[in-house]
């Protein structure tokens, strides 16, 4: 069943209404899918609330809805995991944005890192970011997220120091770590954490003082394996075991 995001203030539970006001949804429901009066479709608040509603109207700029009934259903993970991706070029990060929203993960931070290629004025952050929140919308919808994942601003390392105390475990892949492996670690200090942060570094990787910066403030090297990764590849990687480890993946 085809499934919509909408905003807060379009859900009148009272009334039992419902309206789809997204531009680019209205125009997919009347262009592309074709739906009608008495079709149904699932409908989501973005904070894992659902809802099973039947079309009233369609015009150009809503859609108007019934509510059935809600749907209980919890597709969100009861692990938060951030990823800190150091910033690679744009189709990389489309492409990890999009993944990273399909498995599952709760907020994504894009860093600035020494090895980090792409400069961003505050003015092309913000078209980029309106790029990146479509691409998240998207895999939402598709992959039937119960919650939008939160795109952060762009954080020097600096920043995402101070981000992290809040995250339970904070682990960084890294190719000239051996001894330690990301299994191990989120075996042995992982077990019970609720809310899990993993640096990924840009194309080239970070630079040992940004690994030694992030081990000062806790955050653990571990190994993925001997194959060297490519960043978005780890990206994806770190998170899917994080969450068959911790949580409901598998």
């Avoid at 390392?157 to 992290?164: H, P, R, S, Y």
């Avoid at 770590?177 to 075996?187: D, F, H, N, P, Y």
């Avoid at 090297?221 to 960043?231: A, D, E, F, Q, Y």
Wanted: net charge negative; hydrophobic share 35%; proline share 3%.
């Amino acid at each position: 069943m085809d499934r919509f995001f909408v905003f807060e203030n379009d859900i009148d539970e009272a009334e039992g209404k419902c309206s789809i006001t997204n531009s680019e949804d209205v125009k997919h429901i009347a262009k592309v899918l074709r739906l009608k009066e008495g079709d149904e479709v699932e409908v989501c608040n973005g904070k894992n609330r659902e809802f099973l509603c039947e079309i009233e109207s369609v015009s150009k700029s809503s859609v108007d809805l019934a509510i059935k009934r809600e749907i209980d259903v919890n597709r969100e993970s009861p692990v938060s995991v951030t990823i800190y991706q150091g910033l690679p070029k744009a189709q990389k990060f489309e492409l990890i944005v999009q993944k990273l929203t399909e498995v599952g993960v709760s907020r994504i931070v894009p860093v600035i890192t020494e090895r980090t290629v792409v400069k961003l004025s505050s003015q092309k952050e913000e078209k980029k970011s309106g790029r990146w929140e479509k691409i998240i919308h998207s895999a939402a919808k598709q992959s039937k997220r119960g919650v939008l994942p939160v795109l952060e601003g762009a954080m020097n390392l600096k920043d995402a120091m101070e981000d992290i105390k809040g995250n339970e475990l904070n682990i960084v892949p890294y190719e000239n770590e051996s001894a330690v492996g990301i299994k191990q670690t989120l075996r042995e200090k992982g077990s019970e954490a609720k809310s899990v942060g993993i640096f990924i570094g840009p194309e080239g990787g970070f630079e040992e003082e940004e690994i030694h910066v992030l081990s000062e403030n806790g955050v653990v090297p571990v190994t993925l394996g001997k194959r060297i990764l490519r960043t978005e590849t780890a990206s994806i990687v770190s998170a899917a075991i994080v969450l068959y480890e911790l949580s409901d993946l598998g």
